[in-house]
């Protein structure tokens, strides 16, 4: 069968840009459905649970095999484990920070990416990249608002810290998971491999809600706007999950894939639009120069 020619530029860079902002909408519906009581868990549930069922009939629509080595199965549930590690945390970050800055500081996932491979025995970053590397954390240093948190003689929020450590740990998890990704598994069709990994990563948030280690994990909303959030949640996120592995091979990912490092723009679009959470102007311009470094840091790979 012979494959399908490739979008337009300007068709898949409209596409890829689609997608980013769906997959910060979902987001921002997290957030509201979190305000209204909603279970992070049942969030994960919901969302891996959607989302699975449509990249399954995907794959047996194309009759993709199943079969994988031994080795190869442990690297796949591990990766399942990692994406179920980063789910939880980002989830956790966007209902105590603004969604905006949580998703800047998830992005500095290229850059651990990039650290993490070096030591595991790939190549040293360039002079260049490492330049690059320091402009985005220059920029996330404004984005964070670290000179006026360090002047301030206010005791650090406690609920800001803890968001700002579950965006670290959701960015080094996810750099984990793209090196198995890259490294172990490369080899995989791309909507098998997500397949799979959605499996673990419904039944790790099943077994994780069950065990009661996640106090009000479970819960459902409490009012009609966190339903409305969470049926918004899973239907951005399934969507913009399934579309991409649909186009995929005609998006030309290698070299348009910077294109979806507008995440965190479309963020603080629709945080202020949406939520009314507003970042200060130094934040705004650290949040263009991170994901500027982040984009040419992309397209130098």
């Not at 459905?33 to 649970?49: E, I, K, S």
């Not at 899973?234 to 399934?242: N, Q």
């Not at 945080?271 to 650290?286: A, E, I, K, M, R």
Request: glycine share 8%; hydrophobic share 60%; net charge positive.
């Amino acid at each position: 069968m012979q494959a399908a020619a490739p979008f337009p530029r300007h068709i898949a860079v409209l596409i890829l840009a689609t997608l980013a902002c769906s997959f910060a909408g979902n987001h921002i519906a997290a957030r509201i459905a979190f305000d209204h009581d909603t279970g992070l868990l049942l969030a994960m549930l919901c969302r891996a649970g959607v989302t699975l069922v449509v990249l399954a009939a995907l794959v047996f629509w194309r009759r993709e095999s199943l079969r994988l080595s031994p080795a190869t199965w442990r690297w796949q549930l591990l990766l399942g484990l990692l994406i179920a590690v980063q789910s939880f945390c980002i989830y956790s970050a966007v209902a105590r920070i603004p969604v905006a800055l949580a998703l800047l500081v998830v992005n500095l996932s290229p850059i651990l990416l990039a650290l993490l491979t070096w030591v595991l025995g790939g190549p040293r970053p360039t002079r260049q990249a490492l330049a690059i590397m320091g402009l985005i954390l220059f920029g996330l240093v404004l984005v964070l608002d670290v000179p006026a948190r360090l002047l301030s003689a206010e005791a650090p929020d406690g609920q800001w810290v803890a968001g700002i450590l579950f965006s670290l740990t959701a960015a080094a998890v996810f750099a984990a998971a793209l090196w198995v990704t890259e490294h172990k598994l490369s080899n995989m069709a791309g909507s098998v491999r997500s397949m799979l990994t959605l499996i673990v990563v419904f039944l790790a948030s099943a077994l994780l809600g069950s065990s009661g280690l996640i106090p009000g994990g479970l819960d459902l909303p409490s009012a009609t706007a966190g339903w409305i959030a969470l049926a918004c949640l899973v239907l951005l996120y399934g969507a913009a999950f399934s579309t991409l592995f649909i186009c995929m091979p005609r998006l030309n990912i290698a070299r348009n894939a910077p294109v979806m490092n507008m995440e965190p723009v479309a963020g603080m679009l629709l945080g202020w639009l949406v939520l009314g959470q507003l970042l200060g102007p130094s934040q705004v311009l650290g949040g263009l120069i991170v994901v500027g470094g982040i984009v040419l840091l992309a397209y130098r790979r």
